[in-house]
């Protein structure tokens, strides 16, 4: 039948052909606080690789951010990475919180991720951070972070066990999560400064994935004359290392530059 004698009512089967899909390179998934303003925002920048697909989740969290609210979230963690689907084969994924990691434990984000997702390598924005500190060579660090000062306090003590040494601790003493999404880059870039400038620290790293940290890397770098990254900035970076892309895009910041580095090796 030509298609001058087809009737209004037909439906017409069409041949078609599929290909691999999206993420010729990588499939990473991410797992999103349901208050953060900011990850994804920043991530369509950082992950933006040619043959690198992004796919996220949220989970569901409280606006005021403490110590019980950050743990309630473990229970959930398999059910919003079920969200991402296996039959997508992800190379990596990532559960978006410094603080959530830091209370709930590192290792406990995994296995909560990795009960939907067995064989697919997991990351978190501490995690993320640790490998970066060591990508970059730094053992003296400044820490930044917007919590409250016992949950400060936490990611503080978490990275001196990890064999860091964090000279200066700066923090915005704020616990509302939606506040923190609205804390000026300005503002950030001037606390960066402020506290990275001291003589007692080689680079700076600037906790929570809602603050908007990754648009300030390159000037903050340029101002102290030293590295500068954020929970967004070095879990983008550990995603795509664990994902095999090995990219160094000139305009990210020093940590671009850097490839993977083993925990064992030790700091020169």
């Known amino acids: 039948m030509s298609t001058g004698e087809l009737r209004?009512?037909?439906i017409i089967e069409l041949a078609h052909k599929t290909d691999s899909g999206l993420g010729e390179r990588a499939n990473i998934g991410i797992i999103v606080l349901s208050s953060?303003?900011?990850?994804?925002?920043?991530?369509?920048?950082?992950?933006?690789?040619?043959?690198?697909?992004?796919?996220?989740?949220r989970i569901p969290n409280e606006m005021e951010i403490t110590k019980s609210s950050l743990?309630?979230?473990?229970?959930?963690?398999?059910?919003?990475?079920?969200?991402l689907?296996?039959?997508?084969?992800?190379?990596?994924?990532?559960?978006?919180?410094?603080?959530?990691a830091t209370i709930i434990g590192e290792d406990r984000v995994e296995k909560a991720i990795q009960s939907?997702?067995?064989?697919?390598?997991?990351?978190?924005?501490?995690?993320?951070?640790?490998?970066?500190?060591?990508?970059?060579?730094?053992?003296?660090?400044?820490l930044l972070t917007p919590y409250h000062p016992a949950i400060t306090k936490e990611m503080r003590d978490n990275l001196l066990e990890s064999g860091f040494e964090i000279r200066v601790t700066?923090?915005?003493?704020?616990t509302d999560d939606f506040v923190v999404g609205r804390i000026s880059s300005e503002s950030i870039l001037k606390s960066i400064e402020k506290i990275g400038a001291s003589t007692e620290c080689d680079g700076v790293f600037?906790?929570?994935?809602?603050?908007?940290?990754?648009?300030?890397?390159e000037e903050a770098e340029a101002r102290l004359g030293k590295p500068v990254t954020s929970s967004n900035h070095?879990?983008?970076?550990?995603?795509?290392?664990?994902?095999?892309?090995?990219?160094?895009?000139?305009?990210?910041?020093?940590?671009?530059?850097?490839?993977?580095?083993?925990?064992?090796?030790?700091f020169p």
């Open 8 to 10: 209004y009512d037909q």
């Open 36 to 57: 953060d303003q900011t990850l994804e925002y920043e991530f369509r920048t950082l992950l933006n690789f040619e043959g690198v697909t992004l796919y996220h989740s």
């Open 71 to 83: 743990a309630k979230m473990e229970a959930d963690l398999p059910v919003a990475a079920s969200l």
């Open 85 to 100: 689907p296996e039959s997508f084969n992800f190379s990596a994924i990532g559960y978006g919180c410094t603080s959530g």
């Open 116 to 142: 939907v997702h067995s064989e697919t390598q997991t990351t978190n924005p501490l995690t993320a951070c640790k490998a970066a500190l060591r990508a970059l060579g730094l053992k003296r660090v400044v």
């Open 170 to 174: 700066g923090s915005f003493f704020e």
């Open 206 to 217: 600037v906790s929570c994935t809602n603050l908007r940290v990754a648009s300030v890397i």
């Open 234 to 266: 070095a879990l983008a970076w550990h995603l795509l290392r664990l994902s095999g892309i090995k990219d160094s895009p000139e305009n990210f910041g020093s940590l671009f530059q850097k490839q993977l580095r083993s925990p064992l090796q030790t």
